[in-house]
């Protein structure tokens, strides 16, 4: 990233306007414009000054970070999984600072860390307070991830940034990052270079890229049922719902995404309508069907992109995933209107069991 993009894009981050900064280093505004479009740079002796102003430190000014290669951020990432392991995420969270300090421009980094970060919550047993106090830097590193030069990059993060501030209620914030984001690019050169590898007598390669957007393609799918779900219900029309819901199972069956997830829909409008008996019936299958398997090996749209597993080496989601939907269940204020219900607590206390 060139220093008069890191200008542009620090100022812009801190709200600062061009005459705002001008005059903290007295100078003109004019002056300011044409730093940020490469035009002429600042005088040596501002440069301390604008980088405390901008809240950056010199070598981030001067573009002198060394970016990071694939395998160097990947063993990164590793490290702060273990240290996460190991110490708790407050020491993995030291541990991703200092590489974000020391790579402050690398964007697959910081989206990497976020990803950890966010995956190991997930996946532990800590209390809602605990889980509270890492999500700012799961968001703050999201936001930060989107000032890299990778587009890639740059959209991912700014789509978790917004789940994330969307998931907290932080509406302007929300609306902020989408604005950032560009519109959706409906024009998939995969397609293109699936065609051309099967040209290139390399029909292997083009499976396995197939089978990549394919699954891509069906998260997105279900993600948009369930929001018109959700919107649905939100306008009064149950019945509208419902039957969304019961096209979106069909779809999850089709793209072999069964189970538990195909569930998703049909729990949502039961949860939101307050049906007792239909909610528990529903929740003891998903819970039965989270406590499976996972299989997506042995789907004929996926087998390439997941390795042949032996049946004991088979991943179970139950052991990870469990956890949470019974906190879930016992926390969430959605689930007030089952509280009393002793088949409900019948239900949770036989999933709690080993």
């Avoid at 990778?150 to 907290?168: I, P, T, W």
């Amino acid at each position: 990233m060139s220093m008069h993009t890191i200008i542009y894009e620090k100022r812009r981050a801190l709200g600062l306007t061009q005459e705002q900064v001008a005059e903290a280093l007295g100078v003109s505004a004019p002056a300011v414009h044409k730093w940020e479009k490469g035009c002429s740079y600042p005088d040596i002796t501002l440069l301390p000054r604008l980088a405390r102003l901008l809240k950056v430190d010199l070598n981030t000014l001067f573009c002198f970070r060394k970016t990071l290669t694939e395998q160097e951020v990947l063993d990164f990432l590793n490290d702060m999984a273990k240290e996460i392991k190991a110490e708790g995420p407050k020491a993995g969270i030291a541990f991703a600072e200092s590489l974000m300090q020391e790579y402050p421009g690398c964007g697959a980094l910081i989206e990497g860390a976020a990803n950890v970060l966010q995956g190991s919550l997930i996946l532990s047993q800590l209390s809602i307070e605990e889980r509270q106090a890492c999500q700012p830097y799961i968001t703050s590193w999201y936001e930060r991830a989107m000032d890299c030069e990778d587009e890639k990059v740059k959209r991912r993060a700014g789509f978790m940034a917004a789940s994330q501030y969307l998931q907290n209620n932080e509406l302007e914030k929300a609306q902020y990052i989408l604005d950032r984001l560009p519109e959706q690019d409906l024009l998939n050169k995969n397609l293109l270079q699936a065609d051309l590898f099967c040209r290139q007598k390399k029909p292997d390669e083009a499976v396995r890229l197939l089978q990549k957007n394919l699954l891509q393609a069906a998260h997105g799918i279900l993600g948009i049922f369930w929001r018109l779900i959700s919107a649905e219900l939100e306008t009064g029309n149950t019945d509208s719902a419902n039957e969304t819901a019961r096209k979106a199972k069909t779809a999850a069956d089709a793209f072999d995404f069964g189970g538990y997830t195909g569930l998703i829909g049909m729990e949502t409008v039961l949860r939101e309508t307050k049906n007792v008996p239909e909610s528990l019936e529903l929740l003891n299958q998903m819970l039965q069907a989270a406590a499976g398997p996972w299989e997506m090996h042995t789907s004929v749209l996926y087998d390439q992109l997941y390795p042949q597993q032996e049946k004991d080496t088979q991943i179970h989601i139950g052991s990870k995933i469990i956890p949470q939907l019974l906190m879930m269940l016992e926390t969430d204020p959605a689930y007030d209107f089952l509280r009393g219900e002793k088949a409900f607590q019948e239900l949770l206390a036989r999933y709690r069991e080993p």
